[in-house]
C-alpha cells in the first residue's frame, strides 16, 4: 500500500507488515479510530481486530475472539462479525453468523460481549433468532440507538430484519421479510439523509455476483424494489459494509466489498470503493484501481487503471484455455489461464483471444458437427474464429459460432471441456448452460 491509499484488490498489510485477515468485516468508528473485525483464518480461527486513523495503515488491535473464548468455538465457522456500542449498557455487542466447523447447517447467530472495543469478547450463546435459519448476517444502530440484526434466513431464501431489545444482546421482533425467495445475502446497511439503503449479494457461493441495493424512509416500514449496483459481478467482490466517512467537506460512503478467491481463500482480498449518489434514492458503484481518502474533509480520490483484459463466466465456472484445451474450472485470481481478451469485430460479433498464449477460441478443426469440442486454436482469418453474441438477460450472452451457427455450452461440471450444440433459444440468464458472461477484469 502506498502511502494515503488503498490498492484494490491486492494483499493489505497491517502496520507490522503481516497480512490483514479480516473478512467479512464490520467496522466501528472511536476515539478517532476505523476499528475493523473480521475473519481470521490464517491458522486458527479467529475474529481479529484493527485500528486506522486513515482507513489506509492498520495497525493490529487484538485476537478479540480466539478457540479458546468458548467451547463452542472449538471447532466453529465465525463469519461476518459485527459490533456495535450499546450506550446504556456500556457494552461493545458483537453478533455473527455460527456454524458448527464441519457444515452450514447449523444456521446459527452468536453473541459476544466486551467492556472494550478491542478487548477479549465474552461469549454469550449461539442461537436460531425466533427460532429461524440464520446465516450470512448484519448489525445496524440506528440514530435513535435502536438496533437491528439482518440475518438471511430459510436456506437464504428470505432475508430477516430483526428489532433487537435495549441491551443489545436478544432479539425483540422479527420486524420484516424482505424478498422473500429471492436468496439474497452479504447485507450491508446504510443511512444518507432521509434513506436507509441496504446493499445485498445474490447467493452464489465465494463466486461473485450482481450486487443490488434498495431503499426505504424506515427500516421497518416499505422498501423498494431491487436496483443493480456495479457490474453482473459488482467488479468481483461480495458487500460486507458500508463505512460512513463524516468529513468537513462531505459525507463519503465507502463500500467494503470481499474478493473472495474461491480456489484459494488466503489468496482473497478487499476491495473500497466511494459510494456516489446520483439522487437522494439511487447509489451508484464503480470500479477504482486506488482510492485515496482524506478523512479529516471526507473526501475521496480515485484512480482507474483500465484493463482490456476479461474472464469468461459460465455457471459460476470460468473458462480455462491450457495448450489446446479449454475446460471450466473454479474461479482463481492466481490462474492467468482464465484471462482472454476480446477482440470486438462488429458491435455484436468478436474473436476471443486467450491471453497467455495467443490463441483463439473455436470449435475443434473447425468443424460445423455437433457436439464439437471448443479448444483454442492458431489465429486464422475465418470465421470459425469468431463468435456473435445473443443477449440472454443479466448481462449474460449465447456464443454463437459464426461458422458452424451452434452455440458454446457447457455440458458437464468443473474441469470439464466444453462443446457446440444447437442454440438453445430460451433465456434462463446465468445458470443457462450456454449462457457466458463476459467479465471485465478489474485490477
Ligand atoms: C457466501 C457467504 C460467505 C460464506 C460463503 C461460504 O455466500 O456470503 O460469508 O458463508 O458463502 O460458501
Not at 270 to 287: A, I, K, Q
Request: glycine share 8%; proline share 4%; charged share 25%.
Amino acid at each position: 500500500m502506498t502511502a494515503n491509499r488503498v490498492i484494490n484488490g491486492t494483499k493489505w498489510l497491517d502496520t507490522d507488515g503481516r497480512v490483514i485477515s479480516a473478512h467479512g468485516g464490520g467496522f466501528l468508528q472511536e476515539n478517532g479510530y476505523f476499528y475493523w473485525f473480521g475473519e481470521n483464518r490464517h491458522g486458527e480461527k479467529l475474529i481479529s481486530c484493527y485500528r486506522s486513523k486513515n482507513l489506509v495503515d492498520w495497525e493490529f488491535c487484538n485476537d478479540v475472539v480466539t478457540m479458546d473464548t468458548h467451547p463452542e468455538l472449538n471447532p466453529s465457522n465465525t463469519e461476518r462479525p459485527k459490533v456495535i456500542f450499546n450506550d446504556n449498557t456500556g457494552q461493545y455487542i458483537m453478533w455473527l453468523h455460527w456454524e458448527n466447523g464441519i457444515h452450514y447447517g447449523e444456521a446459527r447467530c452468536a453473541v459476544l460481549v466486551s467492556d472494550t472495543v478491542d478487548g477479549d469478547y465474552t461469549y454469550l450463546r449461539s442461537f436460531r433468532p425466533l427460532g429461524h435459519m440464520s446465516r450470512d448476517c448484519t448489525l445496524f444502530k440506528d440514530e435513535d440507538g435502536t438496533a437491528y440484526f439482518l440475518s438471511a434466513a430459510r436456506e437464504n431464501a428470505d432475508l430477516h430484519v430483526y428489532r433487537l431489545t435495549d441491551d443489545y444482546l436478544d432479539i425483540a421482533a422479527l420486524e420484516k421479510i424482505l424478498w422473500p425467495g429471492q436468496k439474497r445475502e452479504a447485507p450491508a446497511l446504510m443511512k444518507r439523509g432521509q434513506y436507509y439503503f441496504l446493499v445485498t449479494s445474490g447467493c452464489t457461493g465465494w463466486e461473485p455476483n450482481q450486487g443490488k441495493y434498495a431503499y426505504a424512509t424506515s427500516i421497518t416500514g416499505e422498501w423498494s424494489e431491487m436496483f443493480d449496483l456495479g457490474t453482473p459481478t459488482t467488479f468481483d467482490t461480495q458487500p460486507t459494509f458500508i463505512i460512513p466517512i463524516h468529513g468537513t467537506t462531505k459525507t463519503t460512503y465507502l463500500y467494503v466489498g470481499d474478493r473472495w478467491d474461491p480456489s484459494d481463500y488466503h489468496n482473497s482480498t478487499y476491495v473500497f470503493l466511494p459510494l456516489e449518489f446520483p439522487t437522494d434514492t439511487s447509489m451508484r458503484l464503480n470500479w477504482a484501481s486506488t482510492v485515496r481518502i482524506e478523512i479529516e474533509t471526507g473526501v475521496v480520490e480515485a484512480d482507474v487503471r483500465e484493463s482490456d483484459l476479461y474472464r469468461l463466466q459460465i455457471n459460476m465456472l470460468y473458462l480455462r484455455g491450457e495448450g489446446d484445451q479449454v475446460k471450466a474450472s473454479r474461479l482463481s485470481y492466481a490462474d492467468k489461464n482464465q484471462l482472454w481478451e476480446v477482440e470486438y469485430t462488429s458491435p455484436v460479433t468478436a474473436r476471443i483471444k486467450h491471453h497467455l498464449t495467443g490463441r483463439y477460441l473455436q470449435p475443434k478443426d473447425g468443424s460445423p458437427a455437433d457436439e464439437s469440442e471448443i479448444v483454442l486454436g492458431d489465429a486464422v482469418d475465418h470465421p470459425m474464429q469468431e463468435w456473435s453474441m445473443v443477449d440472454t438477460g443479466q448481462g449474460y450472452v449465447k456464443l454463437r459460432n459464426c461458422h458452424s451457427g451452434k452455440a458454446m455450452k457447457l455440458v458437464r461440471g468443473s474441469n470439464e471441456p466444453l462443446f457446440q450444440a444447437e442454440m438453445d433459444p430460451r433465456k434462463h440468464g446465468r445458470w443457462d448452460e450456454q449462457a457466458f458472461l463476459l467479465a471485465k477484469v478489474f485490477e
